[in-house]
Structures are given as C-alpha cells and as structure tokens.
C-alpha cells in the first residue's frame, strides 16, 4: 500500500494537456454509450481489487466526460442521470474496504495473476492479506473478461473446492439499463486429480459465465 492507483487524474484529464476523460475518450466521444459505460467501469473494478490505495478523481463515478478545468464546475445533475454507476462505485468500496465481511483478501497485499487467456482476453487473479493463504473464506478471486464477448460457461481454475459466491457483477443490470445482465452466479469448483492439467496449477475448478467488459468478484463463506 505504499503506490496510489488511479484510471483517471487531472493530469491525463486535463483540457491544458489537450486530454479527455476516460468515458470521452473509449466512447469514441460518448461518454455516456454502452462501450463507455461498460470500460470505464472495467477499469474502475480492476483498480479496487488490486494492492494499492485506489484514488477516484472528481466526477468519475458518475461519468463525468468534459475534460477538467479548473473553472469548471462538476455537473451534479448526472450524478442522479448515472445513479446505478454511482452505486457501483460505492459497492466496489465496500467491498474493497470488507464492509461486508466476506471480501478480507481485498485488504491485503499479496495477489496471484493465476489465469492469462490471450486469445479470450480474460484474466484471473487471487487476493489475500498475510496468513490468508489457503484459509477459507480469506481469499478473493477476481475475473476480468476485457473482450467485448461474453464468455459462456468457461472453465476456470479456483484456489479452493467448494461455492465460490458471486459478490459483485459488474455487468449487472441494476447498476445500467443498457448493461447485459448476463447470468453469472456462484460456481461450484470441484477438486482436480493429480495432475490433472490446464487450471494455472489450481487444486479446484469450475465454470464462470461472464459479460463483455466485465469483473466479477468472488470469495467463500468463512
């Protein structure tokens, strides 16, 4: 926790440096269509679920696309306009501070990119905080699908048997009407034979269903 991490700050944002927004910039200059909405996000999960102190910059959580001035003040309005995506930010903070209690790995700072799929471009990475190693309920595994695809019932390797619960979708629909909703849920990892291959090493695995530009965030009840 000595790095601050951020996707958005007044220096890549700022009008003086001939820069845009985050939203402006992936929206093709719609800040507020789905491909917008749905990586900005992306980015905005991944930077609460890796070590680091996560920083927001003004705005951000409600898709604040106008490049920053300093004489510019914010525009309150879409705060109500993106309330599902002001909602998201706040479960991504909890969750991130283990306001829940179900999400300890969140507040530590040991994490394993496990799984790499180039050709799907999807990710997975466990967390933990020290002594959480392999204790259940302690760990958090995070899938990051960074393709426009969803992936349907992809096999992917966890650290543990047992109900992996879902905690967070952030594809779901109550954080955008224009979001998939695609039915992800809890997975069932089963444990793998002895050199049973193709899992990154994992003891377990199970299948994910997952939205385009999408993380999901799971753990096991303790």
């Given at each position: 926790?000595?790095?601050?991490?951020?996707?958005?700050?007044h220096?890549?944002?700022?009008?003086?440096?001939?820069?845009?927004?985050?939203?402006?910039?992936?929206g093709?200059?719609?800040?507020a269509?789905?491909?917008a909405?749905?990586?900005?996000t992306?980015?905005?999960?991944m930077?609460?679920?890796?070590?680091?102190?996560?920083?927001?910059?003004q705005?951000?959580?409600?898709?604040?696309?106008?490049?920053?001035?300093?004489?510019l003040?914010?525009?309150?309005?879409?705060?109500?306009?993106?309330?599902?995506?002001?909602?998201?930010?706040?479960?991504?903070?909890?969750?991130?501070?283990n306001r829940?209690?179900?999400?300890?790995?969140?507040?530590?700072?040991r994490?394993?990119?496990?799984?790499?799929d180039?050709?799907?471009?999807?990710l997975?990475?466990?967390?933990?905080?020290?002594?959480?190693?392999d204790?259940p309920g302690?760990?958090?595994?995070?899938?990051?699908?960074?393709?426009?695809?969803?992936?349907d019932?992809?096999?992917?390797?966890?650290?543990?048997a047992g109900?992996?619960?879902?905690?967070?979708?952030?594809?779901?629909?109550t954080y955008s009407?224009?979001?998939?909703?695609?039915?992800?849920g809890?997975v069932?990892?089963h444990?793998?034979a002895?050199g049973?291959?193709?899992q990154?090493?994992?003891p377990?695995?199970?299948?994910?269903?997952?939205?385009?530009?999408?993380?999901?965030?799971?753990?096991?009840d303790?």
């Amino acid at each position: 926790f000595e790095r601050v991490i951020y996707s958005e700050s007044h220096d890549e944002d700022g009008e003086a440096n001939g820069k845009v927004r985050v939203p402006e910039l992936v929206g093709h200059s719609r800040a507020a269509d789905w491909q917008a909405q749905k990586r900005s996000t992306l980015a905005a999960a991944m930077l609460f679920t890796i070590p680091g102190v996560p920083m927001l910059f003004q705005g951000q959580e409600m898709l604040e696309g106008d490049s920053f001035r300093g004489d510019l003040p914010l525009n309150w309005h879409k705060q109500a306009k993106f309330s599902g995506i002001v909602c998201l930010y706040t479960d991504l903070m909890h969750l991130r501070l283990n306001r829940s209690g179900v999400t300890p790995g969140l507040c530590g700072d040991r994490i394993d990119l496990y799984h790499r799929d180039d050709a799907n471009h999807l990710l997975a990475y466990r967390r933990w905080a020290e002594g959480g190693e392999d204790v259940p309920g302690q760990e958090v595994v995070v899938v990051v699908n960074l393709s426009k695809r969803y992936q349907d019932a992809y096999r992917l390797g966890f650290p543990r048997a047992g109900r992996w619960r879902l905690r967070l979708n952030s594809d779901a629909q109550t954080y955008s009407d224009d979001f998939g909703n695609h039915l992800s849920g809890d997975v069932e990892a089963h444990p793998l034979a002895e050199g049973q291959g193709g899992q990154a090493g994992m003891p377990a695995a199970g299948d994910v269903t997952v939205g385009p530009y999408t993380v999901l965030i799971y753990s096991q009840d303790a």
